[in-house]
């Protein structure tokens, strides 16, 4: 193994290499543009070429390597050699062995998931310790049986890491990855796996790495499909924007399922209108509403063609209706327009008719109204419009009439001057699958799976009904009416019965202090979670009664700000605006969720997903009494310090915390 020395000269090879595959990148791309070969060979390869180019000049100052490993004398295929691995491929010429492994490759696995019990051949696993760009330390892990112990302070650099500062986006974990979220990350592209995740555990950072690695190991395959990622907010998705593209992947679309579903909310509803549209049940109303149009027909299909006249008579007419309902509903119509035509034309063709495109076509408009008297053609905003006006039929058996009258509009509407809601959106989402079929993706990743409404989940499952997914969440932070009651349950929504559900308990970057804190409302959540276990033994927590929230607020801030890190002051919504006045008079720049800025002012409702060094949480009773699930927010809150957590009351605090 190198000395430090060494390990800095060998990094300074690597950049250089590294330098050498974008500059030839560059020129391919440049050589590429005057390439002859037909127009779809050039287009891929020049998008090929483009993308590489894209993407190796993207790699920034990021460390070209974190770790290597090395193996034994008596490993087989691998015994003697060295691996460096990074967070990309680097090469100094090819024909060569490369100067730096992917994360990704196969052989990297052995790195996260060798151990002194299980060595798997390796030696010594050495990590290293970077500031910045520059090459700082390393300590090395001795596996093979009777090997000296590790060195003195082995681990430290891991905890180290784990333990930095929260500045700016999130940061991938490439470094860090442990055992069982190495193998979370590593499943098979045709496994849905369901990840119960505790605060801290790394879930999303699963989540992301596994789109990651899925893409390496089935490139081919998900080019052509598309990777899906879906977040709770757009917040949340401007926080995790940076991991996949410091792990070499941009093609990734990143969304929510607000935006996802693509209909602009002009409308609100009432909350009782609201549980009722994203309850599960309305997927039969829609149904019922939709092929409730499908009628027998009443008579035969005849139709005049010059001098001839043929006919379907009403039975095999019936029989034709029967077989097309078996399909999404628009394709079930075009299936019973074709077979009409297909029956006229084997008359035509007896007769000695030459039933060319044109005479296929104008058999088509001549059986289409036929058609429409028994299989009329539909819009998926005029259905849900008819259904919103009067629920009627369609819901009878289905919804009480409380619940009917809930989603009834004040008074009947046309799609055209309807306001839709959000909840209106699903809907929508709902009555088009059943009209036609939904592009779907190659992969799903859903992060916090536990507030999706049925509806909602059944949305996702169309864009993966033939497609893995990877669900992400904690039902402890459930917060919203209509969420998970449990994961199988949730699961089924989503399409994915089956999915293998592996809970994560060790919580990587909430410390302890502020853990056993959290862990204590778990009781009155009634969820089934195991308690988290903190990796860290760092943390500092304060509880303090103040006079005023905001005089309290701007004190703890200025105290935070003299140690290193993100600060987020987070309230209940009608606290934000005077901790933000507050704020700014005592000279102190603050901005929103999606800011910048060092301190940040967040609404408790948009704080999942997020974190920060220093949590200054306000009016913990407050929080808990703004909505239905109010301690299950409490929780959220509390556990987005990563290193310190400030609690400020004026009003007594929840029980489950007073102790």
Known sequence: ???????????????????????????????????????????????????????????????????????????????????????RHIADAIG?????????????????????????????????????????????????PGAPPALAGAGELVRREIERARVGPMRDIVATIQPEQDDLVRTDLEISVCVQGAPGTGKTAVGLHRAAYLLYAHRSRLGRTGVLVLGPNQAFLRYIS???????????????????????ARGTDDPAAAAVKHDVRMADVLRNAVHGRIRQPERAVVVNDASYRWRVDQREFAEMVAEAEAT?????????????????????????????????????????????????????????????????????????????RAITWSRPRKAKSARWTAADAVLLDEVSGL?????????????????????????????????????????????????????????????????????????????????????????????DVPPTTSFRSDGELRIARVEDLAVGAVDAVRRALGTEGSIGVIAAGHHLATATDALKAAGIEATGADGAGRVAVVPASLAKGLE???????????????????????????????SRLDILHTQPLPPQLAG
Not at 127 to 134: C, K
């Open 435 to 527: 009209l036609q079929r939904t592009p779907t993706y190659g992969h799903v990743i859903v992060d916090e799976a536990q507030d999706l409404s049925p509806m909602q989940c059944r949305a996702i499952a169309r864009r993966s009904e033939h497609a893995s997914i990877t669900v992400l969440g904690d039902l402890a932070q459930t917060t919203t009416v209509w969420g998970a009651p449990d994961w199988p349950t949730q699961l089924g929504h989503l399409g994915k019965p089956a999915a293998e559900i592996v809970a994560l308990s060790t919580g990587y970057r909430v410390p302890a202090t502020v853990v056993e804190l959290a862990n204590r409302l778990l009781t009155a959540l009634e969820v």
């Open 96 to 144: 060569r062995p490369p100067m730096v492994m992917d994360w990704r490759a196969p052989v990297s696995a052995a790195f996260y998931q060798a151990s002194a019990v299980e060595p798997r051949g390796i030696e010594t696993r050495r990590r290293f310790g970077w500031s910045g760009d520059v090459l700082t330390s390393f300590e090395d892990e001795h596996l093979q």
């Open 328 to 404: 999404t509903y628009l394709t079930g119509r075009e299936r019973l327009i074709a077979r009409l035509v297909a029956a006229l034309q084997r008359q035509a063709e007896a007769r000695g008719q030459n039933c060319n495109g044109a005479w296929l076509r104008r058999m088509a408009r001549a059986v289409t109204p036929a058609v429409d008297a028994v299989w009329p053609n539909l819009k998926a905003d005029d259905v849900l419009a008819e259904v919103l006006s009067d629920p009627g039929a369609a819901a009878d058996g289905i919804l009480t009439p409380e619940e009917q």
């Open 612 to 642: 920060y060094d220093h949590v200054i949480a306000l009016e913990p009773a407050e929080i808990v009494a703004a909505e239905t699930r109010g301690l299950n927010r409490l929780y959220v809150v509390l556990t987005r310090a990563v």
């Open 242 to 264: 940076a991991v996949l593209p410091t792990l070499g992947e941009v093609d990734v679309e990143q969304t929510t399922i607000e935006r996802l579903l693509d209909h602009e």
């Open 1 to 87: 193994m190198r000395s430090l020395d060494e390990e800095r000269a060998y990094a300074g090879s690597c950049r250089a290499a590294l330098r050498r595959m974008i500059a030839g990148a560059r020129e391919n791309v440049a050589v590429g543009e005057h390439t002859w070969g037909d127009r779809y060979t050039a287009e891929r390869l020049g998008f090929y070429l483009k993308t590489l180019a894209r993407d190796l000049g993207e790699e920034g100052d990021n460390p070209p390597y974190f770790g290597v490993i090395a193996y034994g004398a008596d490993a087989g295929e691998h015994s003697g050699q060295t691996y460096y691995l990074g967070r």
